[in-house]
């Protein structure tokens, strides 16, 4: 029985097979390992792949939002076939860019998803940043909210700064007529407002404190003038409370 068995063990045959045997089992374990991700060599791409994203930022570049008609859809997937809205970026608002794929922007703030490439801006330089974003903002805020800014700084005595905004209300604002009209009063009547001042101060020095609580009545509804005229007015009505200069009486 004994040497049967070697006689099999030795015969060519037996040697063939398991030789052929061998080289399959070797052939398969190296595909199957072969096959799966080297943990080492896909972390040294995720840590490339994230440099590349992220250079940007680390040169104190922006990626700002810039939609012609925003807002700016902030999708699940790099693709607008579907309706995979997750939320919406106004005009000027930065993103943090994690990833690309196909002319979209992967963004993780301020909301995570993606957006479409071309309707944002990368900006590396900080006035132009800053001027973009000021700019950006301004749009987004609409013809009426401007034009109540600007009558805001009207009244609190920054002229320059409400001629300045009035000039930004964009034509097609269902208040550019009222910005317009505004534009042309507001150095009038801020003109005038400052000459009755000028002649409320000389008559007072001059003890005519009848003619200051006239010229009150006359100054146009700006909040700062009328706010100068309060010290004035009430020195005139001490003055004519304490016989200082009594008012022309007419016969």
């Known amino acids: 029985m004994a040497g049967r068995v070697n006689q099999i063990l030795k015969s060519p045959l037996f040697v063939g097979g398991c030789v052929t045997a ?10 199957f390992l072969g096959s799966r991700p080297n943990p080492s060599k896909a972390s040294q791409l995720s840590v490339q792949s994230a440099s590349n994203t992220t250079i940007a930022a680390m040169n104190g570049c922006l990626t700002i939002v810039n939609d012609p008609q925003p807002p700016l859809n902030v ?3 790099p693709s607008d ?6 939320g919406t970026l106004q005009d000027g608002e930065t993103v943090t860019v994690i990833g690309r794929q196909r002319g979209w922007l992967q963004v993780d703030a301020p909301i995570s998803g993606w957006v479409d490439q071309s309707l944002t801006k990368t900006i590396c ?13 301004m749009k987004a805020k609409g013809g009426e909210r401007i034009l109540a800014d600007a009558i805001e700084d009207y009244q609190s005595g920054d002229l320059s700064s409400a001629i300045k905004l009035l000039k930004t209300v964009p034509e097609d604002s269902p208040v550019y007529a009222q910005a317009q009209v505004a534009l042309n009063t507001m ?13 409320a101060q000389v008559a007072l020095k001059e003890n005519r404190s009848a003619d200051v ?15 100068k005229f309060t010290p004035l007015v009430k020195q005139a009505i001490y003055e004519q409370k304490n016989g200082a200069a009594v008012p022309h009486q007419p016969k």
């Open 81 to 86: 076939r579907f309706n995979t809205i997750v």
């Open 75 to 77: 999708r699940a997937a």
């Open 187 to 199: 150095p009038t009547q801020w003109k005038r407002a400052r000459n009755l001042y000028s002649n």
């Open 22 to 31: 061998v080289i399959t089992l070797a052939g398969t374990i190296y595909v």
């Open 125 to 137: 330089d900080k006035a132009e940043q800053a001027e973009f974003i000021k700019a950006a903002a």
């Open 213 to 227: 609580l006239k010229l009150v009545n006359e100054i146009p509804d700006i909040r700062y003038w009328r706010e």
